[in-house]
């Protein structure tokens, strides 16, 4: 298109720095979507190679849940003639003296015929494997990891065992590649009897790996196992296993969308502001390709083609922006695999996939053509014979004024009917778009009120430049419109993330409180949420028996399936649950509920368990372990946040009879009155501390465990948060760039009349600070009612937990120099240019 | 004795007389060397692959005849895999049982049939050619007369995983002198019997080399303190024994 | 007194231009002198130079023994201020102040006190006889109504110097003719040196003297 290279090129070329602001909002809006699924993907790809390489040729995974299950399972399912080898695997993460490593504990006689250890030095697995297995203490790690620590055949590695301190010994090094490079080479083979003394499995597995006979189908074979072993096991291709993280992955991607989305949003009004200004400011240009016999059809393709390339290139920029942020992202989103899996996955190649480079070219390419509309229109409806005369203005239509009010009005309606039925899903979320939309619409009117209001204000100040400072906001809203908006729907953003965080927090407090307020926990990790090491009941029995404690809580906790989903189990001792932490009930019977389920009669489930999982009170789960299949109501709902994805707590002797299992992940003690609290802490470790591996936590060790876990989760907030700050004062800077270069004439007046450089400076500033005065004030009140709809978002999608509204005022005084002092600095750069620049041409400038 | 077995390495073979067909010649191969019992000790020794597979010793005892004899064999050097025993009951009928005892883990592993084909603990054989083998499960097939052996196919019937296997067997005294394994892909493993000895009128080899041709890697046995038909207790081959060791 | 010595102002583009040539002029206090020359001619840079709108490439323009070239641009103002009133042909109001505010815009940024620049703005509004549309805004007005509240403007504060770059090019014949008198009325009653750049032979000649620009040097200077 030739008039795209004669007229908006050169216009583009010589407003470079608006251009590259205007596509800001665009940029950072496809790299936060870019990046953070391209880091989820790349996350979750590796996580598949790596559960791919651990797999080796095992087509089929029989577990339980994390509940494993006895040895005899490997006899039943290696008798059946579709398998051609089955072999028992424990697959479980220690923190040895070398670094967290992901032990795969295997049975070194059948292994090999899943699994291809590919060893250093010679083609065998081991130097010796007779001498492997005969000796207990035998491991294999990776060449990566033994070079990274400079470690050799017969290096030592000492672990905390639940057999006590334990020293291993390499006696063989993988090969990099396949199995070694497995989450990195952070992984390490041992034998599996080993590691059930290692782990405290006592005599049972955690899965067992299969391959089949040749010509015998997955699906045929699944079949068969399952009818073999009963519900209570999980017969599934490998693949399988990236669930939970996928689970955990996708709320973090919605979180992101909805930052990517907001970012758009905001680059939209940016886009929107700046075309608007450049359609008038460009008036007599289009005055003149009118009079030159363009159509009003070209005139609105040229505007319209404008915004489709910038929002090209700034999409272009955007994914490039974004594929370096995933590189940075993917370590923290491999960083919470290891909450999940013991060992963090980082990924080695990070490439966002064909479908999200198209989604971010659509998304850049509609916000930019969007928001061109209604500029290229105006552009289109130009008339040839005002605008060739000079000095004469084009404002802001009456009607179109009256036409955003009506439809603001429309919206507010519409947005008031859907909260009122916002129980229904679609309503719910269309409300809250009408709402948005609503406050959009009203907010050049309501940045023409406020800018009134502040006029006197500014007028009292500084008389001179803030009376000029008012009168240009009032005279152009056109100019700033845009930009309040954007900064409105940034701060909105702020304060419902602040808010949402703020209040999460206060809710959690509240739930430790009552939940978390055991004395002491004496686990088998540093970290209360570590499950792959496990306690013998036994030895709960000797500590209840040690001076100062008086109560003892066995508890088991394990991911089971539950409703197609690995859902947190909880299985404990009831009555002295509802003896000392009883959660008050969001629905059920307080009173009886925690007698019942002692008796084995239903469970408790946490509020986000229903709610994300569409479980209802009365709803009857099914819970299948090895030895029986439970039926058990929902007999009580409460706030519980044990687990990102909720929880269930059921009694302890009927988990025992369904899984016979009696292990225990932590105990929790509570002291008898007068007991000091070091004291007992220093018995239990000289008793139990050198047999075998524990660790005992007091109360604050937890509850500051649990902080630091909610501010990695809200973490990527903060990165929102700081997205949306960096929007809103790129759209101020944006804003003030383009109203200097739109009134350099009225400046250069002001100048050949007599204002000194600071009077101009001033104005400016002035200027700038009150577009943030009402930017901060239109977005608190926005912020408040996007608030209300977050704390929804996040009890019906996201947490599952009603978190209460709290205003985060808090925030308001952080935001509220931070806004101002942006919009300041922002001001810096253009109030200088507007000094600069030669008066003669600015009082010709047309 | 109608269910003949052979086996090719712990149970060292004997030699008897002349016949013609191939079965019948297997057939005298395993009445030769009939004993009720056997014990000797034994070392091992990998040489070539690049491997750093330490000699080992041990010692076996073995009761009963071909098809439903029991072996047992405990290492006894180095001392890092001093006590790890094993012990093979054997079926006529079908595969025998395997299991292995690790004093240092406490635990006895059976040894699943699954896992036959992997090499016994780095040396150039596998678990399943310490089984003693039913004659009745394979097809034999006399190849040629080569003077003074016979070259013998030997195809079994059931799952293995050799598909067929070259015997060559003396004719003056009945015994095996090599043997080839091949699998669809060709020659896996070849033994050859050397240091023939009578021990109790039984001819006995004293040495046998297993090659492993894909690793290019032997294993040498050689059998000393080698009795026949010793008094040897039933109890000693339970696993309860196994756990006890020698 | 203005007074030119040597100045020269050469525009820097893809062609080097040069718009004043080594121009040696002087104009003496209270005098009143149009300024003349077709296109081009470098006629709008002089009055821009005599205004310290704009920085001479060379040579010294002096107002009242104050050499322009040595001030930094802050004191440059200071001297417009003080000094210069400005008319331009397209009249350069600010369209969000009103009559009122436009003409106390000077006298604000001199910091003057509110009742003061009222009283002096109100005044110059009567002086060039719109003391009755104060509070209209500059797009209220007619092309001359909207010229004079620029003079109005460039009185402000009276100063020693008016300068009117095309006062009338924006006008019609008649109501051009209003200003031109006007102008002639103010210098007369001020007492100001006045230098009007015109297109306009009547303008032009209405004028006691008039200086012809042509390719950026003078070309004839007529006093009448």
């Given at each position: ?17 608006r ?29 598949h ?15 339980s ?19 051609k ?79 006590g ?90 979180a ?34 009118r ?6 059809g ?12 910038s ?28 909450e ?31 928001a061109?509309?209604?500029p ?118 702020v ?13 959690l407090?509240?739930?430790m ?10 686990t ?19 500590l ?103 929880s269930?707590?059921m ?64 973490g ?23 109203s ?11 100048q ?5 450089r ?9 200027e ?44 308001v ?34 | ?117 992997t ?14 083998r039913?004659?009745?499960q ?46 669809a ?16 009128s ?5 040495t ?38 020698l | ?28 206090k ?34 009242d ?16 201020r ?96 209003e ?12 007492g100001a ?11 032009a ?20």
């Amino acid at each position: 298109m030739i008039l795209l290279r004669l007229i908006s090129w050169p216009y583009a070329r010589k407003h470079l720095l608006r251009v590259v602001l205007t596509m800001a909002g665009i940029v950072l809006g496809v790299a936060v979507f870019v990046g953070m699924h391209t880091a989820n993907q790349s996350v979750l790809a590796a996580f598949h190679q790596t559960i791919d390489r651990i797999a080796g040729s095992t087509q089929i995974q029989v577990s339980s849940g994390e509940a494993g299950f006895e040895e005899d399972v490997l006899e039943r399912v290696r008798a059946l003639p579709e398998v051609k080898a089955a072999a028992p695997v424990i697959e479980a993460a220690a923190n040895t003296g070398q670094g967290n490593l992901l032990i795969l504990g295997v049975d070194m006689l059948g292994d090999r015929s899943l699994r291809n250890y590919d060893l250093e030095g010679t083609d065998d697995a081991i130097d010796d494997p007779l001498v492997f297995l005969a000796q207990a203490d035998s491991i294999i790690i990776t060449k990566p990891f033994a070079e990274q620590r400079n470690l050799a055949i017969g290096a030592k590695i000492p672990m905390r065992t639940m057999q006590g301190d334990q020293v291993f010994t390499v006696r063989g090094i993988m090969k990099p590649g396949g199995l070694a490079s497995a989450f990195g080479g952070s992984l390490a083979i041992m034998d599996i009897y080993a590691a059930q003394k290692v782990f405290g499995r006592g005599f049972k597995f955690d899965r067992v790996d299969i391959a089949l006979e040749d010509g015998v189908s997955i699906d045929t074979a699944i079949t068969k196992i399952q009818a073999l072993l009963g519900p209570g096991f999980q017969v599934e291709p490998p693949s399988s296993r990236g669930q939970q993280f996928e689970a955990t992955s996708s709320i973090y991607a919605l979180a992101s969308n909805l930052t990517s989305v907001f970012a758009l949003f905001i680059g939209m009004f940016i886009i929107y502001n700046t075309f608007a200004i450049a359609v008038s400011e460009r008036r007599s240009e289009i005055g003149i390709l009118r009079a030159l016999g363009a159509t009003r059809g070209q005139i609105r393709t040229l505007f319209l083609t404008e915004s489709a390339v910038s929002g090209l290139i700034g999409t272009l920029l955007g994914v490039l922006f974004g594929i370096a942020l995933a590189r940075g992202m993917a370590g923290y989103i491999g960083g919470l695999l290891s909450e999940v899996y013991g060992v963090a996955q980082g990924a080695s190649e990070v490439n966002p996939e064909p479908w999200l480079l198209a989604a971010a070219v659509v998304m850049g390419l509609a916000t930019s053509l969007i928001a061109a509309v209604l500029p290229a229109r105006s552009a289109a409806a130009v008339d040839p014979v005002k605008a060739l005369q000079k000095g004469r203005q084009q404002s802001l239509s009456d009607g179109e004024n009256r036409t955003r009010r009506r439809w603001a009005l429309a919206c507010a309606v519409a947005s008031v009917i859907a909260f009122l039925f916002s129980n229904v899903g679609w309503l719910f979320y269309g409300g809250y778009m009408l709402a948005i939309l609503t406050a959009v619409l009203l907010s050049p009117a309501m940045s023409l009120w406020f800018a009134k209001a502040l006029r006197p204000i500014l007028a009292f100040v500084r008389p001179v430049e803030g009376t000029l400072a008012a009168d240009s906001l009032i005279q152009s809203p056109r100019r700033t419109s845009g930009t309040i908006t954007a900064l409105m729907l940034s701060l909105a953003l702020v304060i419902s993330l602040g808010g949402l965080a703020r209040a999460s927090y206060d809710s959690l407090n509240d739930w430790m409180k009552i939940a978390l307020n055991p004395d002491l926990f004496v686990t088998t990790a540093e970290s209360v949420t570590a499950r792959s090491f496990v306690f013998p009941a036994s030895l709960g029995e000797g500590l209840r028996s040690v001076p100062g404690v008086a109560e003892v809580q066995f508890v088991r906790s394990v991911r089971l399936p539950i409703k197609g989903t690995p859902i947190m189990v909880v299985a404990l001792d009831i009555a002295s649950l509802e003896r000392h932490a009883k959660l008050p009930a969001v629905e059920g019977d307080e009173s009886t509920m925690y007698r019942e389920v002692a008796a084995g009669k239903g469970v408790i489930a946490s509020e986000n368990f229903a709610r994300l999982h569409g479980a209802r009170f009365g709803e009857v789960l099914q819970i299948a372990g090895p030895a029986e299949t439970l039926h058990l109501p929902i007999i009580g709902i409460v706030r519980d946040f044990s687990d990102q994805q909720g929880s269930i707590v059921m009694d302890r002797a009927t988990y025992i009879r369904a899984f016979h299992d009696d292990s225990v992940n932590v105990y929790r003690l509570y002291l008898s009155p007068g007991a000091e609290e070091a004291k007992v802490r220093q018995t239990i470790l000289d008793t139990y501390g050198h047999t075998q591996r524990l660790f005992v936590l007091t109360n604050k060790d937890v509850r500051d465990f649990v902080n630091r876990l909610t501010d990695q989760w809200f973490g990527l907030t903060y990165v929102q948060i700081a997205v949306a700050v960096l929007v809103a004062i790129l759209g101020i800077v944006n804003a003030l760039t383009v109203s200097i270069t739109d009134r350099r004439r009225e400046l250069g007046v002001l100048q050949a009349v007599g204002g000194l450089r600071n009077q101009i400076r001033h104005t400016i500033w002035m200027e700038a600070v009150a577009i943030g005065i009402i930017g901060l004030g239109l977005g608190l009140v926005l912020g408040a009612v996007q608030l209300y709809y977050s704390v929804e978002v996040a009890r019906r999608d996201l947490i599952g937990v009603e978190i209460g509204y709290a205003f985060p005022f808090q925030m308001v005084f952080i935001m509220a120099p931070i806004i101002l002092g942006a919009a300041f600095v922002a001001a810096l750069g253009p109030a200088e240019s507007a000094v600069r620049g030669s008066l003669v041409e600015a009082l010709e400038y047309e | 004795m109608s269910k003949l077995a052979i086996s090719l390495l712990f149970a060292v073979t004997a030699a008897t007389t002349l016949a013609q067909d191939p079965r019948q010649i297997i057939a005298e191969v395993q009445k030769r060397q009939n004993s009720a019992s056997q014990r000797y000790e034994g070392t091992l020794e990998v040489i070539g692959g690049g491997n750093r597979v330490a000699t080992k010793s041990w010692t076996y005892l073995r009761l009963g005849s071909f098809g439903d004899s029991k072996a047992r064999l405990e290492f006894t050097a180095p001392a890092d895999v001093k006590g790890v025993g094993m012990l093979i009951v054997n079926h006529a009928d079908r595969a025998s049982d395997q299991w292995m005892w690790r004093p240092n883990i406490g635990r006895d592993q059976r040894i699943s049939l699954q896992d036959r084909s992997t090499r016994f603990f780095g040396t150039d054989f596998s678990f399943e050619d310490l089984e003693e083998r039913d004659v009745e499960q394979y097809d034999f097939k006399l190849l040629a007369d080569e003077g003074a052996m016979w070259k013998i196919e030997s195809r079994p019937r059931k799952k293995s995983q050799y598909t067929y296997s070259y015997f060559w067997i003396k004719k003056d005294n009945y015994t095996f002198q090599k043997v080839e394994s091949y699998d669809a892909k060709g020659l896996v493993r070849v033994v050859d019997y050397k240091d023939y000895a009578q021990v109790k009128s039984i001819w006995t080899a004293r040495t046998t080399e297993v090659y492993d041709m894909r690793r290019n890697s032997r294993t040498i046995l050689k059998y000393d303190k080698l009795d026949y038909n010793l008094p040897i207790k039933e109890e000693q081959f339970t696993l309860q024994a196994l756990r006890r060791g020698l | 007194m203005i007074s030119l010595r040597g100045v020269s102002k050469t525009f820097d583009g893809k062609r080097k231009v040069t718009a004043l040539d080594h121009i040696d002029l002087t104009i003496a206090k209270g005098e009143m002198a149009s300024i003349v020359g077709p296109s081009g001619s470098g006629k709008s840079t002089m009055l821009n130079l005599i205004g310290g709108l704009d920085r001479a490439t060379e040579g010294e323009v002096e107002l009242d023994g104050q050499t322009l070239s040595s001030l930094n641009d802050d004191e440059l103002t200071r001297v417009r201020r003080d000094k210069i009133g400005f008319i331009f042909q397209f009249f350069n109001l600010l369209p969000t102040l009103s009559c009122l505010q436009n003409v106390s815009l000077p006298l604000h940024l001199r910091g003057w006190p509110r009742k003061k620049v009222e009283d002096r703005a109100k005044e110059l509004l009567d002086l060039v006889k719109l003391g009755a549309r104060i509070d209209h805004l500059p797009d209220e007005l007619s092309g001359g109504e909207r010229q004079r509240v620029a003079i109005a403007r460039a009185l402000s504060i009276y100063p020693p110097i008016l300068l009117a770059d095309e006062p009338t090019g924006n006008l019609d014949t008649s109501t051009g003719a209003e200003i031109l008198k006007l102008i002639h009325d103010l210098h007369s009653r001020l007492g100001a040196t006045v230098l009007i750049v015109t297109h306009d032979k009547a303008v032009a000649e209405s004028c006691p003297r008039t200086i012809h620009i042509r390719d950026g040097k003078v070309f004839e200077d007529v006093r009448r």
